[in-house]
C-alpha cells in the first residue's frame, strides 16, 4: 500500500463485516476458557487444532460411500441396515459414541429426517447440519406438512408412497438410504458415490439422476 | 411399565420443567411401538450432571394424521423416539 493511497478503503478487507464487529459474550468465553485450559496443561493448543482437523474430515462424502457400498453389495447393505454404527466401523470410519440408524427407501417408502427439538444430525458421518435442516421452519413444518416441504425441496412424491418422518428425539441418529438410480448397473462405487447427495440423505432429495 | 414391538402406547399428556426430549407435539397421542431401543441415560437427569438413571428407550410410530389432523397427510408417518416414563398403555 502506498503513502498516497494509505486509507482504510485501499484495503480490500476493510469492508469485511467480521472486521468490525466486535466478538459475542461467547466468543470470548469460549477463548478464555481455551485459554486457560491450556494454561493449565489439560490439553494442548495442538489438540485443538487436531480436534477441529478431525471435524473438518467428517463431510457428506463418507456418507455416500457407505450409501454405494450398500447399493453393490446386499449382505452389506443388510448389516448396515442392522447397525449402522458397525458398517461405519467396517469401512474404517469412528461413529463414536454415536448410534447410527439406516432407514431405506424403496419405491413404497420415502424416509426423511428432522430434529423438531434442536439440530441432531449423524455428524460423525456427514459433518455439521446445513443451516436450513436448524432453521424452526423446517423443523416445525416438516412433521406437519412433509409433502408440502419436500415439494419446496423440488420433490414430489407420487400420493401412494408413504413418508415416513423420523424426529430425531434422543439417542439415535439417522442416515437415509436412497435408492439407486436406474441405469448405474454396471456403475463403479466411486462413481456411484458421486450421485449420493448430502440432501438425498437427510431425505429431502433423491440421488442425482445419470 | 414395559412395552413390546407393535403395542399401542399413549405419550403421556404431562408437561413439567427443566430439560425434557418429548416433543410437545406427541404428548397425549397413541402410536405403535416401532421398536425397543435399549436402555440409555434418562436426559432429564443427565442435563443436570446426574447419570446413571437408565431408562428404556422405544422408537414409537404415529400417524402424522393423528397428531395433525388440521393438515392430515394421508399414510404418513412421524416415528420419534420416546422414553419409558413418558408412555402409557392406550
Known amino acids: ?210 | 411399565m414395559s412395552f413390546a414391538a407393535g403395542e399401542r402406547v399413549r405419550v403421556r399428556a404431562m408437561f413439567p420443567l427443566g430439560h425434557v426430549r418429548t416433543p410437545f407435539y406427541a404428548r397425549g397421542k397413541s402410536g405403535i411401538v416401532e421398536r425397543v431401543v435399549g436402555r440409555f441415560d434418562n436426559p432429564e437427569q443427565l442435563a443436570y450432571g446426574r447419570s446413571g438413571d437408565k431408562k428404556t428407550l422405544y422408537r414409537v410410530r404415529f400417524e402424522q394424521s393423528d397428531i395433525f389432523p388440521e393438515t392430515p397427510s394421508a399414510h404418513d408417518t412421524i416415528d420419534i423416539e420416546i422414553f419409558e416414563h413418558w408412555l402409557e398403555k392406550a
Open chain 1, 1 to 210: 500500500m502506498s503513502a498516497t493511497h494509505d486509507h482504510p478503503h485501499a484495503d480490500p478487507h476493510a469492508h469485511h463485516p467480521e472486521h468490525h464487529v466486535p466478538s459475542t459474550y461467547y466468543e470470548k468465553l469460549t477463548t478464555a476458557l481455551m485459554e486457560l485450559l491450556v494454561e493449565k496443561k489439560l490439553f494442548k493448543a495442538e489438540d485443538v487444532q487436531g480436534a477441529i482437523e478431525r471435524m473438518e474430515e467428517r463431510r457428506p462424502e463418507r456418507g455416500a460411500r457407505m450409501v454405494a457400498k450398500a447399493w453393490v453389495d446386499p449382505a452389506f447393505k443388510q448389516r448396515m441396515l442392522e447397525d449402522g454404527s458397525a458398517a461405519m466401523r467396517e469401512l474404517g470410519m469412528e461413529p463414536g459414541d454415536m448410534l447410527l440408524t439406516v432407514m431405506e427407501n424403496t419405491p413404497q417408502v420415502h424416509n426423511v429426517i428432522v430434529c423438531t427439538l434442536c439440530s441432531c444430525y449423524p455428524r460423525m458421518l456427514m459433518g455439521p447440519p446445513p443451516a436450513w435442516y436448524k432453521s424452526r421452519p423446517y423443523r416445525a413444518r416438516v412433521v406437519r406438512e412433509p409433502r408440502a416441504v419436500l415439494a419446496e425441496f423440488g420433490l414430489q412424491l407420487p400420493e401412494g408412497v408413504t413418508i415416513r418422518v423420523h424426529d430425531s428425539s434422543a439417542d439415535l441418529r439417522y442416515l437415509v438410504l436412497p435408492m439407486r438410480p436406474t441405469g448405474t448397473e454396471r456403475w463403479s462405487e466411486e462413481r456411484l458415490a458421486a450421485l449420493v447427495t448430502r440432501d438425498s440423505m437427510v431425505g429431502v432429495a433423491v440421488a442425482r439422476m445419470p
